[in-house]
């Protein structure tokens, strides 16, 4: 099949995957590990990669499609279950996100799709979206957590 065309950037636990094997796709996170949440569910983050959404190991222009679903927990203890199965933003969330936007960018082939997902308990969706200068096609803005779809230029 040669290169794959998919890339989430993110995957933690690859919740909203109908098939989390998917063979098109390539999944990253920066962590890898296997817990018990305190209500007996086990938690599996195994990415194929484990690398930085800040600065990922692939070439200018690689995929079609890419998912960028980064941790959106401002404040979360850090072992509690919400920041071990989404993660937890850093001080510098800011640049970080900015930076994750950039590199999802880069490794998008013109004319790619990049689904952003965002869950705005902590922090607005708005602020968020100042964080790049590609402006969104369409997306559902009606519930707390948004699907945002982004159509990169040729």
């Known amino acids: 099949m040669g290169a794959k065309p998919i890339l989430d950037a993110c995957c933690g636990s690859r919740m909203f995957w109908f098939d989390k094997s998917d063979p098109r796709a390539v999944f990253i996170d920066n962590r890898q590990f296997e817990d018990t949440l305190c209500d007996g569910r086990t938690l599996t983050i195994s990415p194929d990669i484990v690398g930085d959404f800040r600065d ?5 222009n690689s995929f079609s499609l890419v998912v960028f ?3 959106h927990l401002v404040r979360a203890g850090e072992t509690s279950w919400v920041a071990k199965k989404y993660g937890r933003l850093g001080d510098n969330w800011k640049s970080d996100l ?3 936007f950039a590199e999802c960018f880069r490794v998008l082939k013109p004319n790619g799709t990049l689904i952003f997902k965002w869950n705005e308990e902590q922090v607005p969706l708005r602020e968020v979206l100042a964080l790049t200068d590609e402006s969104p096609l369409f997306g559902n803005k009606r519930a707390k957590t948004h699907w945002i779809v982004f159509m990169k230029g040729a």
Not at 56 to 60: A, C, E, L, T, V
């Open 56 to 60: 990922m190991p692939f070439q200018n």
């Open 69 to 71: 679903d980064p941790p």
């Open 98 to 100: 900015r930076q994750g």
